[in-house]
């Protein structure tokens, strides 16, 4: 079993920053792609951010002010957010598609945590 804990959230004026962090543990063999999302109040899940074996994407509406990156030694993904606006609220969620040591790939999804951005 693989397990996807969050942790960074909080409350942040706009303009400000926070980091999100990501760390999985269990019975992982590989990573293969690790991503953000995030659900607004009454919205849809939507996409934040990628890393998958081949490049980062980002969701064209925190392009220039998120970065995703990852630590593959601790199996840990980090999401670092910048010049955070008030639409940036929402409940962040990690997922991840792992191969387990059975060499199957599941997606995983985190507990998710709560960003405020608010004056």
């Known amino acids: 079993q693989v397990q996807l804990v969050e942790s960074g959230g909080g409350l942040v004026q706009p303009g400000g920053s926070l980091r999100l962090s990501c760390a999985a543990s269990g019975s992982i063999f590989t990573i293969n792609v690790i991503a953000w999302y995030r659900q607004a109040p009454g919205e849809q899940r939507e996409l934040v951010a990628a890393i998958t074996p081949d490049s980062t994407n980002y969701a064209d509406s925190v392009k220039g002010r998120f970065t995703m990156s990852r630590d593959n030694a601790k199996n840990t993904a980090y999401l670092e957010m910048n010049a955070l606006k008030p639409e940036d609220t929402a409940v962040y969620y990690c997922?991840?598609?792992?191969?387990?040591?059975?060499?199957?790939?599941?997606?995983?999804w985190g507990q998710g945590s709560q960003v405020t951005v608010s004056s």
């Open positions: 997922n991840g598609l792992i191969k387990g040591t059975d060499y199957r790939v599941r997606e995983y």
